[in-house]
């Protein structure tokens, strides 16, 4: 039940249309001064610094917790908080305040099934009847979200539906083109389509032939090859980049992520992967080197980027040390690169699974499930997909 609490956006111009957007602070044991201090605080820093004083202040490690999470939470850093609350919830299930803060974590991750369940929750336990109208609200507003986001899914396909005719029927005009392109590039980032870069990446190509001095078409395809680790195309395209827009962001970025593996040897020698293997280990075991390990790891990734296994030692260290953020992002880059291989799409769907992403985490899990080769591998992609499964449905 929560007594005594006081609700802040979670960003700044939340209204009572966005009532699942809004994280509840629970006053005690600060008093009626608190309640002051929140009706009169300036604007989110203040907010923020007041979440950290009490942070340090509480000498309960739940309060403690609860207003970290709610520091991260409000701060923009919506993903690193959710471990918070979920630990908060299981450890203690009938506090609403705690199930309330990660319904709205959820909510602004776009997780809209998980926001719903913990209100679902919430309101199956509630008998209170100021807490049961305020979930009633917060799930008018979800149905709503809801509804929005199936629009404009819906209006996005009908748009791609639409300009793939006209390129098939020859009436497409290159902004045509151009939409249709970003349409392709955003569905493969998103993990929405299951051709996903390949299919983005064929389209530009077509595209980019077509109109050979729209530098647009350039700069996405060089996107497409750098993500997937193309190294041969991407080396290409890049005269023509540089001739068309040689101030371009996209081939600046280009241009470092191959300088940073030419300097001293070409690729890396065994040595660099027992290296990584040995760093992963240390974080593994929570050594007191884990961190350094960590950062180590970083900059063999920053020399080696096109390197997708010490990538995966990278995002594998993040998850285990709990950088759920940087771990995610990593994850987002080896996802179109594993293919069917048994161990990246199992530590990808952990990574998904475990960081608020069950739906990825799935996909992926049930690709390692069909690519698993002993009983012992099918053992542990069943468990953890059944756990992803779980998760999904709330």
């Known amino acids: 039940m929560v007594a005594a609490v006081s609700p802040i956006p979670g960003r700044l111009g939340v209204d009572d249309q966005q009532a699942h957007l809004r994280y509840v602070i629970s006053l005690a044991p600060y008093g009626s001064s608190s309640q002051a201090f929140f009706r009169s605080a ?201 001739r068309l827009a040689p101030e371009s962001s996209v081939l600046a970025q280009v241009k470092a992520a191959i300088q940073s593996e030419e300097p001293g040897a070409g690729m890396p020698v065994g040595s660099d992967e027992q290296m990584a293997r040995a760093w992963f280990q240390q974080v593994a075991e929570d050594r007191p080197s884990a961190e350094e390990a960590v950062r180590e790891l970083s900059h063999l990734v920053n020399r080696f980027p096109m390197n997708p296994h010490y990538r995966m030692y990278y995002a594998m260290a993040l998850f285990v040390r709990g950088q759920h953020d940087q771990a995610l992002h990593q994850a987002d880059v080896l996802a179109p690169l594993v293919g069917n291989d048994y161990i990246g799409n199992y530590n990808i769907g952990q990574i998904y699974t475990r960081c608020g992403q069950p739906v990825k985490g799935q996909h992926h899990l049930e690709i390692a499930l069909a690519a698993a080769t002993t009983e012992q591998d099918r053992d542990d992609a069943s468990e953890m997909l059944t756990a992803a499964q779980r998760l999904s449905t709330g």
Do not use: M
């Open 42 to 242: 300036s604007g989110d820093e203040e907010i923020l610094g007041e979440l950290r004083r009490r942070a340090e202040a509480a000498h309960d490690a739940a309060a403690a917790a609860h207003y970290q999470a709610l520091a991260l939470a409000a701060s923009g850093q919506a993903r690193q908080a959710v471990p918070l609350f979920q630990q908060l919830v299981e450890a203690f299930p009938d506090e609403d305040r705690y199930r309330l803060n990660l319904s709205v974590a959820y909510a602004f991750l776009g997780q809209l099934d998980l926001c719903e369940s913990e209100l679902n929750e919430i309101a199956r336990r509630s008998s209170d009847p100021g807490t049961l109208a305020d979930v009633r609200a917060r799930l008018a507003t979800v149905s709503a979200d809801r509804r929005q986001a199936e629009l404009e899914a819906r209006q996005a396909s009908l748009q791609t539906t639409v300009l793939r005719k006209k390129v098939q029927a020859g009436t497409a005009s290159q902004e045509d083109y151009f939409l249709l392109a970003r349409q392709l590039v955003g569905n493969a980032g998103a993990g929405t389509s299951e051709t996903g870069w390949s299919e983005a990446t064929a389209f530009l190509e077509s595209a980019s032939e077509r109109f050979p001095d729209d530098v647009r078409f350039l700069e996405l395809l060089a996107t497409c090859y750098l993500i997937q680790y193309r190294d041969e195309p991407l080396n290409a395209l890049i005269p023509r980049l540089q």
